[in-house]
């Protein structure tokens, strides 16, 4: 008789399957960041550029209220 037909079969932990899944992705991630030609050190200068350059032109006129945490708004208002 054999004992192996009979066995019950392993089943991986949801947890660590989901964590090989992850793993898996950030590795793909990584790899079409490599291999894509994209200058990004570039792109984000430019980006960083273009942003200065709009509010040195006053395109920031109605800038979102801010509270900081001497306003008693820390954590939300309510």
Sequence with gaps: MNNSQN???QVQH???????????????Q???LRDNAAPW???LAQYVDALTELA???KFDNPREY????????GGCG
Aim: net charge negative; glycine share 6%.
């Design 7 to 9: 066995a019950p079969a």
């Design 14 to 28: 949801p947890l660590e399957f989901l964590k090989e899944i992850e793993q898996q992705a950030s590795l793909t």
């Design 30 to 32: 990584e790899s079409l």
């Design 41 to 43: 050190a570039e792109l």
């Design 56 to 58: 040195a032109q006053g």
């Design 67 to 74: 509270y900081g945490l001497d306003d008693s708004h820390a």
